[in-house]
């Protein structure tokens, strides 16, 4: 039977002991104690530095996420309030360049003799056809009204000049792309108060096309 046993150069005297035999005898629990303890101290030192800080920031992205929610929900609604205000500016701008469009033409087809008294776009119900049932009443349609005025003349030229200016409205893509004749009529009007003559109250109706 062979004994190993361990010398301790540093220390003449002692007899080195193995790592297993540091841990056994009457200082092994105090040894076992600082060991373990050092131990505990290096789990919470990285706990501390490393695992922690990494929690709360979770925490924190966690604990922002609602607050971002509202707050896209609220950019949503400000976009479709944006969308819906630049569609009614881009609807209101078409209108724009159509009504401008619209009184160019006015202004090259009108006859010298014609004074325009009035323009006017207006959304209408069609008359209820007979034999139509109750409550279902057509759909309302856009009409351009143009009134007018013209000195009352011997013979017809205040009638060829208005069939004239109906037929130049008509033949300009303006007009006849968006329009059609729905009526229009000449009457007696009131005397000038200049001149003291009889003019003739023109009245012309145009229709909006369906779409």
Request: hydrophobic share 45%.
């Amino acid at each position: 039977m062979n004994t190993r046993f361990h010398v301790d150069l540093l220390h003449p005297g002692w007899v080195a002991q193995s790592w297993q035999e540091w841990f056994v005898g009457p200082r092994g629990v105090r040894r076992l104690a600082v060991v373990t303890l050092g131990g505990v101290v290096v789990l919470l030192a990285i706990l501390v530095t490393v695992i922690m800080p990494t929690r709360w920031r979770l925490s924190s992205d966690l604990d922002a996420v609602p607050g971002l929610k509202r707050d896209l929900v609220a950019r949503d609604s400000d976009l479709s309030v944006l969308r819906s205000n630049l569609q009614s500016l881009a609807a209101e701008a078409r209108r724009q360049v159509r009504w401008a469009d619209l009184m160019t033409t006015l202004s090259q087809q009108i006859p010298p003799t014609l004074k325009l008294q009035l323009v006017e776009a207006v959304r209408v119900a069609p008359p209820v056809a007979p034999g139509q049932q109750p409550g279902t009443a057509a759909r309302a349609e856009n009409t351009l009204r143009i009134d007018a005025v013209t000195p009352l003349r011997p013979g017809s030229p205040a009638l060829l000049e208005v069939a004239k200016f109906i037929a130049g409205l008509m033949r300009d893509p303006a007009v006849s792309k968006r329009f059609q004749l729905r009526s229009w009529e000449i009457k007696p009007g009131a005397a000038a108060s200049a001149g003291g003559e009889q003019l003739l109250n023109i009245s012309i109706v145009l229709a909006e096309r369906a779409q």
